[in-house]
C-alpha cells in the first residue's frame, strides 16, 4: 500500500507560480512512476505531468515549458513547480502513483485545488 498527500495548492493570479507537493509513504519501493493530474469542473481528469523511478519526464503540451516535475528520493517526495500560471490551470491537482507492472496499481492522493484568476 501506498498513501500520498498532496499540499500547496492555493490561488494566484495569471503569471504567478505554485509549488505543490506530493508526500509518499508505504511501498515506496513499489511504486515504478509517480504522475501529476488534473480535473477542471466539468471536464475529465488528465494527465499533466509524470515522472519514471529513473527520473524520465512527460507533460502534456499545455503545460510544457511552464511546469516541471521532480522527485526527491530522500524525503519520498515529488514536486510539481508550476509557473506562468494561466487561467486555464484551474483545476483539482491530484497525485498518482502507479505500482509496477503485471500489478500496476494505482494510488491517488485526496487531490488540492488550484486557481489561477485573471
Known amino acids: 500500500q501506498v498513501q500520498l498527500v498532496e499540499s500547496g495548492g492555493g490561488s494566484v493570479q495569471s503569471g504567478g507560480s505554485l509549488r505543490l507537493s506530493c508526500a509518499a509513504s508505504?511501498?515506496?519501493?513499489?511504486?515504478?512512476?509517480f504522475g501529476w493530474y488534473r480535473q477542471a469542473p466539468g471536464k475529465q481528469r488528465e494527465l499533466v505531468a509524470r515522472i519514471t523511478s529513473v527520473g524520465g519526464t512527460n507533460y502534456a503540451d499545455s503545460v510544457k515549458d511552464r511546469f516541471a516535475v521532480v522527485r526527491d528520493n530522500a524525503q519520498d517526495t515529488v514536486f510539481l513547480q508550476m509557473n506562468n500560471l494561466k487561467p486555464e490551470d484551474t483545476a483539482v491537482y491530484y497525485c498518482n502513483a502507479r505500482s509496477w507492472r503485471p500489478d500496476s496499481i494505482a494510488y491517488w492522493g485526496q487531490g488540492t485545488q488550484v486557481t489561477v484568476s485573471s
Open positions: 508505504g511501498s515506496i519501493s513499489s511504486i515504478a512512476v
